[in-house]
């Protein structure tokens, strides 16, 4: 059920909120054993926020907007008074004083919290296998990975668990997630969504979105968390315009263009290539136009996004030191050796790799030939899209170069883990929104992801796209075995 036809029927009296809990306690009690989406799932919460709702439709009081909608959240954004883990040892304890700008958003519009979402330790990963608490499945396939880092949120998604989530995306942490769990996952315009509550990766890059069953739903989520925040500097100014009412305008003259680099990648897999390709056709045949475009400094984003974002990485978790707050080393002889033994206890491995990438980055002798550079290429980055658009208004590519993979394939190969998120990243480094949805599926029936990406602020055109495609398309009513997903 979408959000519109939830909230329809809870105000003709036809179904309660507090029932809309029972049924999604009830789903996740029957298959998060064997997925392990959620860290924590907040029963009581979910069942006073749902009651708070019932009361005011019975008092005859207008409903909100998100009103008894039971959301999860991915644990690395502030719930007050409910731990905030980051799937991490440093944090296991941590529970944050005060709410997140996004989560305040989204419980003053009546949403309900079902529960906190398992992730990638601090959002490092592609396959949320560095948690520090287990390892997320994906709902279609449990022997393979959800994606990461925003596994967690993606899973529970797609496997009914919730009505939608809430991820961040540093490099691709929604999109690829939604992609290999055949969920729609939006990454807005860097600075659109306020970032102020949301524990630090990389803080140029870092970005709140939500993951939803359908276009619609995504648009109606970013619709109450986008906005000023003046808690957040890099919290844009700009006035939120109203995502539904473009939804069903037809995509008559709209520019698509098709990003040569991607389809001529080696490792893309060749039905991921073959259904994207077909997509395009699909948008033809709705007016829009396609044409190949090319951003020449596209494939160099993976290589300059391992120098910027461990570098920010190491700023920002430089915090964790075992003095104001989070796990603290027991064993120590010196001031010096409390810090050392803290961080080499309390960070996993993953962690530890890009805070020390990082530190050599940025260290004297070497921040000139790495992160000054790194600088200088993401400028050309940004520029080759500011080109682009000045051609087409949309632009077409896989969201990954394959469906997802088993658990443990790239366990003792970071560098072919990071290869998992060549095609998102140059959307962070140039702080365009982007939104990966289904369309189409391997021989194996695992999720074929489409990202499209538009210029700053455009969100509504992107919005508009995806959810014409979507709808033209019916991508999920072909999934092998039906929508739901079988356990």
Not at 48 to 68: F, K, Q, T
Not at 278 to 296: F, M, R, T, V, Y
Request: aromatic share 8%; proline share 5%.
């Amino acid at each position: 059920m979408a959000i519109a036809e939830w909230r329809q029927q809870l105000q003709l009296g036809k179904v309660s909120a507090r029932e809309l809990v029972d049924q999604q306690l009830e789903r996740i009690n029957e298959v998060d054993q064997k997925l392990h989406a959620f860290l924590d799932v907040t029963v009581e919460r979910a069942y006073a926020d749902a009651d708070r709702i019932d009361e005011a439709r019975l008092a005859g009081d207008s409903l909100p907007p998100l009103a008894g909608v039971p959301l999860a959240i991915k644990d690395n954004l502030c719930t007050k008074g409910i731990n905030t883990t980051c799937s991490s040892r440093m944090l296991q304890n941590f529970v944050p004083p005060y709410e997140s700008t996004v989560t305040e958003r989204l419980w003053n519009s009546g949403a309900v919290l079902i529960g906190k979402t398992n992730l990638d330790e601090f959002a490092m990963g592609s396959s949320t296998e560095t948690s520090a608490f287990g390892t997320t499945f994906n709902p279609w396939n449990t022997s393979k990975v959800p994606g990461g880092s925003s596994g967690g949120s993606a899973a529970a998604v797609a496997a009914g668990e919730c009505m939608a989530a809430l991820g961040s995306d540093t490099g691709g942490s929604i999109r690829q997630p939604a992609s290999f769990c055949g969920v729609v996952g939006l990454k807005p315009t860097y600075g659109r969504v306020s970032r102020w509550g949301l524990v630090a990766f990389a803080s140029s890059l870092d970005q709140v979105g939500p993951f939803a069953n359908c276009v619609a739903d995504a648009a109606e989520i970013l619709q109450v968390i986008a906005g000023p925040d003046a808690r957040d500097s890099t919290c844009l100014k700009a006035s939120v315009p109203d995502y539904l009412s473009s939804l069903s305008q037809p995509l008559n003259g709209i520019r698509v263009g098709l990003i040569s680099e991607c389809f001529d990648q080696k490792g893309l897999q060749t039905e991921v290539k073959k259904s994207v390709l077909s997509a395009a056709d699909q948008l033809k045949n709705l007016g829009a136009e396609i044409q190949e475009i090319s951003c020449p400094r596209f494939n160099d984003g993976i290589a300059t996004y391992y120098v910027i974002a461990p570098s920010e990485a190491s700023a920002n978790l430089a915090r964790y030191d075992g003095v104001k707050y989070g796990f603290r080393a027991k064993e120590f002889e010196s001031l010096s050796s409390m810090t050392s033994c803290t961080r080499s206890q309390g960070f996993g491995k993953e962690v530890q790799r890009r805070i020390l990438i990082g530190t050599y980055a940025l260290s004297a002798g070497y921040v000139d030939a790495y992160y000054k550079k790194a600088q200088q290429v993401r400028t050309l980055i940004r520029r080759d899209f500011e080109s682009a658009f000045q051609k087409v208004d949309v632009l077409l590519t896989p969201t990954a170069p394959t469906t997802a993979f088993e658990a443990g394939t790239h366990a003792d190969n970071p560098l072919s883990m990071y290869l998992s998120d060549l095609l998102t990243i140059p959307a962070n480094l140039a702080g365009l929104p982007a939104i990966s949805l289904p369309c189409g599926f391997d021989e194996s029936g695992m999720p074929i992801g489409m990202q499209l990406i538009s210029n700053v602020l455009e969100e509504s055109r992107l919005l508009q796209v995806a959810y014409q495609f979507e709808q033209a398309s019916s991508v999920m009513e072909t999934a092998p075995g039906g929508h739901c997903i079988p356990f």
